[in-house]
C-alpha cells in the first residue's frame, strides 16, 4: 500500500494559541486534500477539505492553506483547545481517481 | 455527516484462525469502500478497494488471498483475515464513498477494529 510510515512528529502548543500543522504531498496531479483528526483508538474524522482551484478555506476555528507550487498543505487552528489534542492526517486525492493517500500525520498535544 | 460502522470494535484470535470483519453504511449507499490498516503510530495505509458486485482492487504488496474482501451489497464490505498471524496485529479502518464522492473521493470513515492475534 501506500502511504508513509514513520514514527509521528509532535506539536505541542498552549491552550488558547494557535496551532499550524504542515505537510507535504507527493502527487502533482492531486487536486483534493482533506485534514482528518484521529483521537486514539477511533477512525479518522473529517475537519475540513480544499479542492486546488483555491488556496484557502475557512471552517469553524480551522483554516486550510494550499499552495500548489510547492505542495504543501497546512492546518489552522485557531484558540487550541484540550479537545484538539489527537493526530492530524493530511490526504490527498485527485479527480477520478479511487484512492485517497494519508500523509504521515502530527500529533498535537495541547497544553492547558 | 453519514454513518459507517464496523463489527467487531476488537477481536483477539489465536493464530492460524481466520477473523471477519465488517464494514456498514447505515444510511447511504455506497458502490465503494475502501479497507485501511495501521499500525501504532503510524498513518493509515490502502489495502484494498472493495467494489459492489466485483472484486476487490488490492494495493501493491496485499495478499489478496490473506485478506478476502466480500461487497456483496451497497451497505456491506467485509474484509477476511484469513490464517491470521501476530503480524497481521493491526487496527483495521473502513471507509465508504459519499455518493457525492464519485470526481473527488470523499470518504466517511468507520471507527476501526482492533485485530489482536496471539
Known amino acids: 500500500g501506500e502511504s508513509v510510515g514513520l514514527h509521528l512528529p509532535t506539536l505541542s502548543v498552549q491552550e488558547g494559541d494557535n496551532s499550524i500543522i504542515n505537510c507535504a504531498y507527493s502527487?502533482?496531479?492531486?487536486?483534493?486534500f482533506i485534514w482528518y483528526k484521529q483521537e486514539s483508538g477511533k477512525g479518522p474524522q473529517f475537519i475540513i477539505d480544499?479542492?486546488?482551484?483555491?488556496d484557502k478555506r475557512q471552517g469553524q476555528r480551522v483554516t486550510v492553506l494550499l499552495n500548489k507550487t510547492v505542495k504543501h498543505l497546512s492546518l489552522q487552528i485557531a484558540a487550541t483547545q484540550p479537545g484538539d489534542s489527537a493526530v492530524y492526517f493530511c490526504?490527498?486525492?485527485?479527480?477520478?481517481?479511487?484512492?485517497?493517500?494519508f500523509g504521515a500525520g502530527t500529533r498535537l498535544f495541547v497544553k492547558a | 455527516g453519514a454513518v459507517v460502522s464496523q463489527h467487531p470494535s476488537w477481536v483477539i484470535c489465536k493464530s492460524g484462525t481466520s477473523v471477519k470483519i465488517e464494514c456498514r453504511s447505515l444510511d447511504f449507499q455506497a458502490t465503494t469502500m475502501f479497507w485501511y490498516r495501521q499500525f501504532p503510530k503510524q498513518s493509515l495505509m490502502l489495502m484494498a478497494t472493495?467494489?459492489?458486485?466485483?472484486?476487490?482492487?488490492?494495493e501493491q504488496g496485499v495478499e489478496k488471498d490473506k485478506f478476502l474482501i466480500n461487497h456483496a451489497s451497497l451497505t456491506l464490505s467485509t474484509l477476511t483475515v484469513t490464517s491470521a498471524h501476530p503480524e497481521d496485529s493491526s487496527f483495521y479502518i473502513c471507509?465508504?464513498?459519499?455518493?457525492?464522492?464519485?470526481?473527488?473521493?470523499?470518504?466517511?470513515f468507520g471507527p476501526g477494529t482492533r485485530l489482536t492475534v496471539l
Open positions: 502527487n502533482s496531479a492531486s487536486d483534493y
Open positions: 480544499i479542492r486546488s482551484n483555491m
Open positions: 490526504a490527498e486525492s485527485y479527480t477520478g481517481g479511487f484512492k485517497t493517500i
Open positions: 472493495s467494489n459492489e458486485g466485483s472484486k476487490a482492487t488490492y
Open positions: 471507509s465508504a464513498r459519499a455518493p457525492s464522492g464519485e470526481v473527488y473521493n470523499e470518504q466517511f
